[in-house]
């Protein structure tokens, strides 16, 4: 039945009572329950098999069984421990961050009240059918689309559908959609759709609908893992190769090349990942920001682009009287929303002032209620910020409304007649300006010009006006004229503490901001002014004039301080798709329904946990708890911080890498005559044993204040297009690979050396074995071990010396430190583990050169970061993350 037909025939029924129990029965039955159609969420099992099986676990899986092959059962039972065990890390992680989601879901109200044969009574929203008949009253939500049949001052709050800030008056017929809420007066309304035929579930689908892009931290990982896993079997084969000219046998040669590669694989990399994601993680839930998925922490470091919502984002959706305008003075409130603390200062005649604002709360039903030290607004935030000007003004007399025309969209005002304690009846009109002021028996320049310097401000604008009557009231509206001007309020909504700074701060990291808002654009752009988000010149564009081709519009809007009103779900979904396509990595922040489709299709989508609907909330990778724009830079600055500790502890890894493969290298050189300084199982030791540790405490570096200075804009990527930072570039190779690496591998065999002469053995002569052998081994192997001790304080930074950093402001790298040390002892003085690795404790001399690994490391280091500094001095980044 069309909707139309519907209200006619409601309107034709007399009484209105609803249907009867069995035929709503009946139509459940037929049409199902009026809830979303839920998405499809994959099964524990398949999340948690998930974990095991992307592209660095599956590198993991080939090296443990390349380690079964080759006869290291230990070896490939330890890696598949490693993975398991990572991915159920993940798994949990994620599962809190769901669990935490739906317990804000079920904050919601799923009850509705509706008339069943003659009766009212409350049901389950879910009971809803079609042709249903709902009571409204104030605060209830809209559960179904319905459209009105009976009304009496009724408005509806669409912000969390439309993203209009200002409740919207209702008439006759008018379509009520699901998710918004009735703000003041009362009705009837006959249900139209449910469930997936509302609006709501069509916007829905847009949200869960298509798949999510892939977080730049995925894609880094990726490469990174091509990479290591390429340098791997590259140097296997050549040294499988090798193993065959010196004189091995095909088999032996097979096994040492499978061992070189399992070797060079950093099983570590990935625990240390997860780790340093989930201690991102809860260093943003202390910061009120809750994360869905572990990798959206990193995401957020890398973002461009935020395109972010006005009403309750941006600002409080907090209505507050901030200057009244009367012919004899005028006033204005320095308060924020709905604080009692606040004060209003007047110029000229207080008397006049009183009297516009007790004009306007005697048109107005809504009001305030003090909740601890704020006030809460019941009804219509334009009446509830009327409520507070006049409770801050102290002046409401006595008095009781006998009539009341309420406002509609034709009219555009309402109207009241108060019985006053004195005897005397009047007559106060509230309303558009325009509309107020056609009632009244003079108006001339002053009140013109006044209204449009408030206007200009951003305030949305009410005139009020009245006169005495005299005699027995029978038709109200007809005595709206000759009306006297009492004066012009001006409204805002004010911004949230904080919000400038905020945006000063996301410029100043080189992120650009752009505003989406359902609001008409000189209100937009009035708020983005008064903020700081709109600078002059910069663009203030409307929805519907938005160009259909993608390129057109990504370069249209790809503009820092634009804002953009009166936008559509449809919009925000083709803006997010369009700065993406250009290369930004967009963060979507949204609260109301509407924003959902873009939140799902953006890089990382940022729900509000407080004023923020259950669509946004599913649809987001991060939620604010306390709705707050600035918990969003402090996020943005772990992730960055979370970034930059992927880069030290790679850094990290990849130093012990080269000093793991020198002694390789040099056997390959001397073709076979130089001894193995190392052997694979040691390898391992150090990448399980001796390294991890530090590795997940660099992974939890505290954050640095210069963490925010990155190239602006960050470098495209020629591949894919998108703006991105890189785990592996320039300074993490030439640290690695130039600087820490090599310094480590330089004492190592020094160590190996050192100690082999002690015992007697020079180059030439015959291979040392036994005893010897062993020994030396110890001594380069506790090179290794002392070197990365060294190194982790040294990856701290890529600037700082450690002493500047402070050497105990990471307490959990002391510890680790600490256990990686005991790890040593460990490993070299406990006779069946250091025979199993085939060591023995070094000699006093192999020891000693040992022991220079460490004041060796940190020299090297800081070297390297004097010359970083002079080549880049602090406000001139170089192309890479700081860290």
């Not at 003041?184 to 035929?197: E, I, L």
């Not at 604008?461 to 009557?469: K, S, T, Y």
């Not at 020198?662 to 150090?686: D, E, K, M, N």
């Amino acid at each position: 039945m069309a909707a139309s037909q519907l209200t006619e025939t409601v309107r034709q029924s007399a009484p209105l009572a609803g249907l009867t129990d069995d035929e709503a029965a009946r139509r459940l039955s037929r049409d199902g329950p009026n809830v979303l159609p839920k998405a499809k969420r994959r099964h524990g099992w398949r999340e948690f098999i998930s974990q095991m099986t992307h592209f660095f676990a599956l590198l993991l899986w080939a090296a443990g069984v390349l380690a079964l092959i080759a006869g290291m059962p230990q070896l490939g039972i330890a890696i598949f421990v490693v993975i398991v065990v990572n991915a159920l890390f993940a798994f949990v992680q994620e599962q809190r961050a769901d669990h935490a989601a739906q317990r804000l879901r079920e904050l919601l109200p799923r009850r509705s009240t509706v008339m069943r044969s003659g009766v009212e009574r409350e049901i389950a929203a879910s009971e809803l059918v079609a042709e249903d008949l709902v009571v409204l009253r104030d605060g209830d939500r809209i559960s179904a689309d319905m459209r009105i049949v009976e009304f009496d001052v009724l408005s509806v709050d669409t912000s969390l559908l439309t993203g209009e800030s200002v409740p919207v008056a209702v008439s006759m017929g008018d379509l009520l959609l699901a998710g918004t809420f009735v703000t003041t007066g009362t009705g009837r309304a006959v249900v139209a759709a449910t469930g997936s035929a509302t609006r709501l579930a069509q916007i829905a689908h847009l949200t869960t609908s298509g798949s999510r892009p892939r977080t730049p931290l995925a894609i880094e990982l990726d490469n990174v893992v091509r990479i290591v896993a390429s340098i791997a079997v590259g140097v296997g084969v050549g040294f499988f190769v090798l193993s065959l000219v010196v004189g091995s046998s095909a088999k032996d040669g097979f096994l040492f090349g499978i061992g070189v590669t399992v070797a060079l694989v950093p099983e570590g990399l990935l625990p240390t990942v997860t780790l340093a994601l989930a201690i991102g993680a809860q260093r943003m839930a202390r910061q009120n920001a809750l994360v869905r998925r572990l990798e959206s922490v990193e995401t957020l470091g890398s973002t461009t682009f935020i395109c972010t919502d006005k009403t309750g984002t941006l600002t409080r959706n907090e209505m507050s009287v901030a200057a009244v305008w009367t012919p004899a003075g005028t006033a204005r409130s320095d308060g924020h929303g709905y604080e009692p603390t606040a004060t209003v200062e007047i110029d000229g005649d207080r008397a006049s002032i009183e009297r516009a604002a007790i004009a306007a709360r005697w048109c107005s039903t809504g009001h305030v209620v003090l909740e601890g030290e704020r006030w809460r607004a019941i009804g219509d935030p334009m009446d509830a910020a009327i409520d507070v000007f006049v409770s801050r003004l102290g002046a409401m007399p006595e008095g009781t409304v006998s009539h009341r025309v309420p406002f509609d969209s034709v009219r555009l005002r309402t109207s009241a007649v108060v019985e006053m304690a004195d005897g005397e009846r009047w007559l106060y009109v509230k309303g558009a300006p325009e509309s107020v002021l056609d009632c009244c028996e003079r108006v001339d320049g002053d009140e013109r010009e006044s209204m449009e310097a408030l206007a200009r401000d951003g305030l949305r604008v009410l005139a009020v006006a009245g006169r005495r009557l005299s005699g027995d009231v029978v038709d109200v509206a007809a005595q709206e004229r000759d009306l006297t001007l009492f004066g012009l309020l001006g409204f805002e909504d004010p911004p949230r503490e904080g919000t400038t700074d905020a945006i000063a701060r996301c410029r100043a990291a080189g992120i650009k901001i752009a505003m989406l808002t359902g609001d008409h654009a000189t209100t937009a752009a009035a708020v983005a002014e008064r903020i700081g988000l709109r600078r002059e010149g910069d663009p203030v564009l409307e929805g519907r004039t938005l160009p259909e081709n993608e390129a057109v519009l990504g370069a249209l809007v790809d503009h820092d301080g634009v804002v953009i009103s009166r936008v559509t779900p449809e919009d925000k979904l083709r803006i997010a798709k369009a700065l993406r396509a250009r290369g930004n990595v967009v963060a979507m922040t949204g609260d109301g329904v509407n924003d959902g489709p873009a939140l799902h299709a953006s890089d990382i989508g940022i729900a509000m946990g407080k004023g923020g609907t259950d669509v946004a909330r599913e649809a987001a990778d991060l939620v604010l708890l306390d709705d707050e724009f600035r918990t969003i830079v402090a996020a943005v600055y772990q992730g960055r911080a979370t970034f930059a500790n992927a880069r030290r502890f790679l850094t990290y890894h990849l130093s012990d890498n080269v000093a793991e493969l020198t002694p390789f290298v040099l056997w390959a050189l001397s073709g076979g005559r130089f001894p193995l300084a190392l052997g694979v199982l040691q390898i391992l030791c150090l990448d399980i044993g001796t390294d991890l540790l530090p590795a997940l405490a660099l992974g939890a570096e505290p954050t640095h204040p210069h963490v925010e200075e990155l190239p602006t804009p960050l470098p495209i990527e020629p591949t894919s297009g998108r703006r991105r930072r890189h785990l592996f570039d320039r300074v993490v190779l030439r640290r690695a690979f130039g600087v820490l690496g090599p310094t480590e591998a330089a004492v190592e065999i020094a160590a190996f050396l050192t100690s082999l002469a002690a015992s007697g053995w020079r180059p030439g002569e015959s291979f040392p074995t036994g005893a010897a052998l062993a020994t030396a081994s110890g001594a380069a192997f506790a090179a290794v071990v002392i070197g990365q001790a060294a190194n982790a304080f040294a990856c701290r930074s890529t600037r700082e010396r450690p002493g500047t950093l402070g050497w105990t402001t990471n307490r959990l790298l002391i510890f680790s430190v600490a256990v990686e040390m005991v790890f040593l002892a460990g490993f070299l003085y406990i006779g069946p583990v250091a025979r199993l690795l085939d060591q023995r404790p070094p000699s006093i001399a192999g020891f000693l050169v040992a022991a220079l690994a460490a004041p060796a490391v940190l020299t090297a280091d800081a070297l390297d970061k004097a010359r970083r500094r002079r080549l880049h001095p602090r406000g001139q980044p170089a192309r890479s993350a700081v860290g």
